[in-house]
């Protein structure tokens, strides 16, 4: 966990892009600090646990269990959380044992766990340094009004999808 702290501490210190990415590649190796990093950054995983549910960790049952550090991998809890994304109040609890056993990393955890704490880089910063594929995105283009000139955007016979775009929202109709 401490490589993490590091990595994210160096992060948070600089404001230049190219410096961040310089510290991305510093961790290229680290699968912990890259995993830590997926789970923070993938929207399609999700913990179910706010920074409001996370403040009830004072009065979560059973945290006075204590057991060694290394029995506290954060890959683990994450994969719990991910399986486990109600945010229950069985699930604060073991939040709260990590957070206890590991306290001088409890807000690292917190931040991590609801996935707001601010590194100053985006997805697309880490997929250039990782890998394209590193961070899963779906985006949907932006649009163009088709029915002005169709010629123009899509010659006859091809195929094409259209989409609708809704109250300000972008909507993908399949």
């Not at 590193?134 to 259209?162: N, W």
Request: net charge negative; glycine share 6%.
């Amino acid at each position: 966990i401490e490589q993490l702290k590091q990595c994210v501490e160096r992060l948070q210190a600089t404001n230049g892009r190219l410096e961040k990415e310089a510290i991305l590649a510093d961790y290229k190796d680290n699968e912990f600090v890259k995993k830590c990093l997926w789970y923070r950054f993938n929207k399609y995983i999700v913990f179910g646990i706010s920074d409001k549910k996370l403040s009830k960790i004072k009065f979560a049952r059973n945290i006075e269990e204590v057991v060694d550090e290394e029995n506290y991998n954060l890959i683990d809890l994450f994969t719990y959380l991910e399986e486990h994304n109600t945010g229950r109040d069985e699930d604060i609890s073991i939040v709260a044992k990590y957070i206890n056993n590991l306290t001088p990393y409890s807000e690292l955890i917190k931040g991590f766990i609801s996935k707001n704490i601010n590194l100053g880089v985006q997805s697309t910063t880490l997929n250039k340094i990782y890998g394209k594929t590193f961070i899963p995105q779906f985006d949907l283009m932006l649009g163009f009004k088709y029915f002005d000139d169709p010629d123009k955007y899509v010659p006859e016979g091809t195929d094409f999808i259209l989409t609708t775009k809704l109250d300000g929202c972008r909507c993908l109709i399949i």
